[in-house]
């Protein structure tokens, strides 16, 4: 782990900054403070498509129409689709697929709520 990496998961920490060499101590609290307040996790998980349709709802407890999802497509079905839009609602995420994805896709997603 480099000293920069090292000082940036320190400073994370809130391990006081004068334990390290102090231009790296800037450049931490510079990039930290560039990210604001982060997200939070809401869910992650694998899913596999029921087919039927281009559309796939996924039940999520406590979701909300204003986090973010990101979902990308695991496992390649012997149909090839890719997902073309996931919306969030209240405890459902919406992934839309170019056409049917059978029962043979599986995807990961993430779910985001960002900082108030």
């Known amino acids: 782990m480099s000293q920069t990496l090292a ?3 320190a400073r994370a920490e809130n391990v006081r900054a004068k334990d390290f060499n102090n231009n790296e101590a800037k450049l931490a609290e510079k990039i930290l403070s560039g990210l604001g307040t982060l997200p939070s996790i809401v869910a992650s998980a694998n899913f596999t498509t029921l087919g039927g349709a ?6 999520i407890a406590g979701l909300l129409s204003t986090d973010i999802a990101i979902v990308t497509v695991r496992v390649i079905g012997a149909t090839p689709r890719i997902v073309t839009k996931a919306v969030t609602t209240a405890n459902t995420l919406t992934v839309t697929f170019a056409g049917d994805p059978s029962t043979d896709h599986v995807i990961s997603y993430l779910v985001l709520r960002p900082a108030a």
């Open 7 to 9: 000082t940036l998961l």
């Open 54 to 59: 281009a559309a796939e709802a996924i039940t």
